[in-house]
């Protein structure tokens, strides 16, 4: 993929454009903004000598956000989606010393540099579809080195793509090897020690646990949680994924940004998360591949008001994912959600559950370029097609970069 700091500028005038619902539009992008989008006839006399640049009727949208992933991590576990076909379950998989337990020894035994490749690569696939803005995760280090190795990868992605990473620590994934059986301690190291130290190092922009029987109780993920808030680092959590443990709740009693697989979601947690404004994580890779029948409360969330976000939850084990649009087709036959529901779960929702509601997820003045331009008919094309990714050409921060 081509440098991004070598990539054309997108400023001018960007006319022949439909909308999502069909309109013709036209835009203005200068100084790596969006300065103006309307219709075409309306364009401000200031911008009608810009530079043009021709859409040739394609349909534009906001930029892609994957708003939950787990990008940076050593090795891989295919070995494990062989023993699920076999008969073997997430937890008994866990227990046995796989699951999150391999990934983290493969990524202490990965160099920086390493990670860095090879989260490349996956990073690499998912702009090419249109993704303007990413979560990545640590959890797999699960000790302050480790930790600020996955965290300084997510930062140096971020400069070298011109992307917009949130990097989430996820220190409280699981219990380390060394801390067995002594989960209470392992949190003190989490909340006093690499929380603070990762913090004043400019690594976290928010702070996620794993609240499930094979993880963290309710107790523990709290600690977490009141450590985040007391350095002013905004929460998110793991939450209902294997059960109901009334996690989402309790996130959103402490202004959670999300919950995230909810399959267990109780009517409680919804009530808790509408009151919060928490956004509903939807994850329809792991549910796919763990062969989940456990539907999340879609129809719920759907009558409470609660936003919807949809990604693809890259990673090594649940979900090795590398196309959001397929995650918006899963959301759609499997979840049943509507077109448009998908789509702003992958745009605006999204956006919101990283906490960047006001500069992405949605087309408007003021705000910095990330806008793809599809050569489709239809909008609804987005979430029908799936194996092959739609021609596109994608704005990331006001530069133009080459899609499919």
């Known amino acids: 993929m081509q440098a991004f700091d070598t990539l054309p500028s997108a400023d001018g005038l960007w006319t022949q454009l439909r909308a999502i619902d069909g309109a013709p539009c036209a835009l203005v992008v200068a100084n790596g903004r969006i300065q103006w989008i309307g219709p075409p006839g309306a364009v401000p006399a200031e911008h009608a000598g810009a530079p043009r640049h021709d859409g040739a009727g394609a349909l534009v949208t906001p930029g892609l956000v994957d708003c939950h992933t787990h990008l940076v991590y050593g090795g891989q576990r295919a070995n494990e989606f062989a023993m699920r076909l076999a008969g073997a379950t997430y937890e008994e998989i866990a227990r046995a010393g796989g699951g999150i337990a391999s990934s983290v020894r493969a990524t202490r035994e990965a160099g920086e540099d390493e990670l860095f490749a090879s989260a490349s690569r996956r990073l690499e696939q998912l702009l090419a579809e249109g993704v303007c803005a990413i979560e990545i995760k640590s959890g797999y280090g699960l000790s302050l080195e480790q930790e600020r190795k996955q965290l300084r990868v997510a930062r140096r992605l971020a400069q070298a793509y011109g992307v917009t990473v949130r990097a989430t620590f996820l220190g409280a994934h699981a219990l380390p090897p060394e801390y067995a059986g002594r989960s209470g301690e392992y949190i003190d190291l989490v909340c006093n020690e690499m929380m603070p130290a990762l913090h004043a190092e400019g690594l976290i922009d928010a702070v996620d646990a794993f609240c499930e029987r094979i993880a963290f109780t309710l107790e523990e993920t709290e600690r977490v949680f009141k450590a985040a808030r007391s350095l002013g680092i905004p929460v998110k959590l793991h939450a209902g994924q294997l059960s109901d443990m009334g996690g989402a709740a309790l996130a959103a009693r402490h202004g959670a940004l999300s919950c995230d697989h909810i399959e267990h ?26 062969r989940d029948t456990h539907l999340p409360p879609i129809e719920a969330l759907r009558a409470a008001g609660v936003p919807m976000a949809v990604s693809t939850d890259h990673n090594p084990g649940t979900s090795p994912a590398l196309s959001l649009l397929l995650m918006a087709n899963m959301a759609c036959t499997l979840f049943r959600l509507t077109v448009p529901e998908a789509l702003d779960g992958i745009t605006r929702h999204a956006a919101r559950a990283l906490g960047l509601q006001d500069t992405h997820g949605v087309l408007a003045a003021g705000r910095p370029a990330n806008f793809v331009l599809w050569k489709l008919r239809d909008a609804a094309e987005l979430a029908y097609w799936f194996g092959g990714r739609p021609q596109c050409t994608i704005v990331r921060q006001g530069r133009v970069a080459r899609g499919n």
């Open 265 to 290: 979601l109780s009517q409680a947690g919804i009530d808790a998360m509408k009151a919060s404004g928490t956004v509903a994580v939807l994850l329809p890779g792991a549910y796919y591949t763990l």
